[in-house]
């Protein structure tokens, strides 16, 4: 399983799964998938860290692996 911080950020930025699926152009069955420690590809992750408007190079903050 992995450990994120994915909901936590992404409530702490009052963002909706709705909201950051479009924005990082994914499903919303996939932020939760990704919430729940799923794995997930590297591209999702890329898509998700871009979306939530923080640098490639701060992926750690939010997928810690």
């Known amino acids: 399983m992995n ?3 994915l909901r936590k950020v992404r409530e702490s930025l009052m963002i909706s799964k ?11 069955v996939t932020i939760t998938r990704i919430e729940q420690g799923k794995q997930c590809r590297m591209e999702t992750k890329r ?3 871009l979306a939530l408007g923080y640098k490639i190079s701060d992926k750690n903050k939010i997928f810690g692996d």
């Open 18 to 28: 709705a909201e950051l699926s479009r924005k990082a152009n994914i499903s919303p």
């Open 3 to 5: 450990n994120n911080s």
């Open 47 to 49: 898509k998700v860290v």
